[in-house]
């Protein structure tokens, strides 16, 4: 399977930006380390990220050519029903991660717009996340193959 690992605004400061909530590893070993894992669980991971609403709804749209997407929002996934409804409007399996325990923060933080649309969410679990993300829509690509 080839899934789209897709990281929304300010996560490319992953590393300097406040490292309290989101640790010190950057995207770009984020990204190395999800390729790897992929690898070795026989899927092809392409990254992508932006700070831009309409460019992330276009990477969800190029989805479509894809099996899966694992993707952190970032703040948009508090507000942007552009980004809901790419989403909802591609029929590819999407898990939704934050890096952060948004719950534990801010009440602005605490609704997601994208979840509902979403096959899974995970929240609070670090740069592992994505990891669980992988082998969570991986499965969900399993069960629709079956
Ligand atoms: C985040 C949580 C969001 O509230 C925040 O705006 C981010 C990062 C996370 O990964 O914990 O940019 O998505």
Do not use: K, M
Not at 68 to 91: C, K, M, Q, T, W
Not at 120 to 136: H, K, Q, S, T
């Amino acid at each position: 399977p080839r899934v789209l690992l897709l990281n929304g605004p300010n996560l490319n400061l992953l590393g300097s930006r406040d490292p309290r909530q989101y640790g010190s590893v950057t995207l770009a070993e984020i990204e190395r380390h999800v390729q790897t894992l992929g690898a070795e669980l026989g899927a092809a991971v392409e990254c992508a990220q932006s700070n831009h609403e309409g460019e992330l709804v276009e990477h969800v749209h190029r989805a479509r050519e894809l099996d899966g997407v694992v993707y952190n929002p970032g703040a948009f996934a508090h507000y942007s029903i552009a980004l809901r409804d790419a989403i909802e409007a591609v029929d590819v399996p999407c898990v939704e991660v934050h890096i952060s325990n948004v719950y534990a923060r801010e009440a602005f933080r605490h609704t997601s717009v994208t979840a509902p649309v979403c096959q899974g969410y995970i929240a609070g679990c670090g740069p592992v996340g994505y990891d669980l993300g992988l082998r969570a829509v991986l499965a969900r690509i399993e069960e629709r193959r079956a």
